[in-house]
């Protein structure tokens, strides 16, 4: 019975268009310039995420292949953290959650400063009984070792515990290592997904 339950946070509990800020910032071009050498070219933006390239190396990695948009790419970039919320449901559906009985984990890619600026917007984590980010362990998902060091740090059972995310390439990685999974594409068909799966606490 599935008495443990991984959230990754981008898309699944907090509202992370990458788009809607840029475009609040930029017209449609160089809104489309920015994202496509900056979060859509995973090199500099992984390695943010895992640890291994500071906030400012990150940034000045993606200047290099744009520098005519250097001034842009900056503003984008301290902008782009600053205005993501969380989403309605998010809070209510892990604090239920949490009163059924479930543990309650958080499992994501994240860098440190990325997370620091964005850490007060995410008002679910109070119920959460611990987290792991990547840049942590300089693990990132979908590599096993990441799913690994959540369960060995938690004392996770993988057969009773069932990891949400958005990304099908993290889901496929959990569920190889051993997950239950759930492919979130919105809240009511994951809470319909959860709703099917051998649940401890109904």
């Not at 443990?4 to 990458?18: A, E, H, M, P, R």
């Not at 840029?22 to 992984?46: G, M």
């Not at 007060?120 to 792991?132: E, I, T």
């Not at 949400?164 to 594409?185: E, Q, R, V």
Request: charged fraction near 30%; hydrophobic fraction near 45%.
């Amino acid at each position: 019975m599935i008495d443990t339950i991984i959230f990754d946070i981008g898309n699944v509990l907090l509202d992370f268009d990458y788009m809607k800020q840029f475009r609040r910032l930029f017209d449609e071009d160089t809104a489309q310039a920015i994202a496509d050498i900056s979060v859509r070219k995973t090199e500099a933006w992984l390695e943010l995420d895992r640890g291994v390239l500071s906030y400012e190396e990150a940034v000045s990695f993606i200047i290099r292949g744009a520098p005519r948009l250097e001034k842009e790419i900056r503003l984008a970039v301290q902008e782009l953290y600053k205005h993501v919320e969380s989403y309605d449901y998010a809070v209510e559906w892990v604090k239920s959650l949490k009163e059924k009985g479930y543990r309650l984990y958080v499992l994501s890619n994240f860098g440190e400063k990325p997370f620091e600026e964005c850490q007060a917007r995410m008002p679910f984590l109070q119920y959460m009984d611990g987290r792991l980010l990547s840049y942590e362990i300089r693990e990132v998902k979908p590599n096993a070792a990441i799913y690994q060091a959540l369960c060995d740090r938690f004392h996770i059972d993988p057969r009773k515990a069932v990891f949400i995310d958005d990304s099908a390439i993290n889901i496929a990685g959990a569920k190889a290592f051993g997950l239950h999974t759930i492919l979130f594409t919105d809240y009511a068909d994951a809470v319909a997904q959860l709703k099917a799966l051998p649940l401890a606490y109904g």
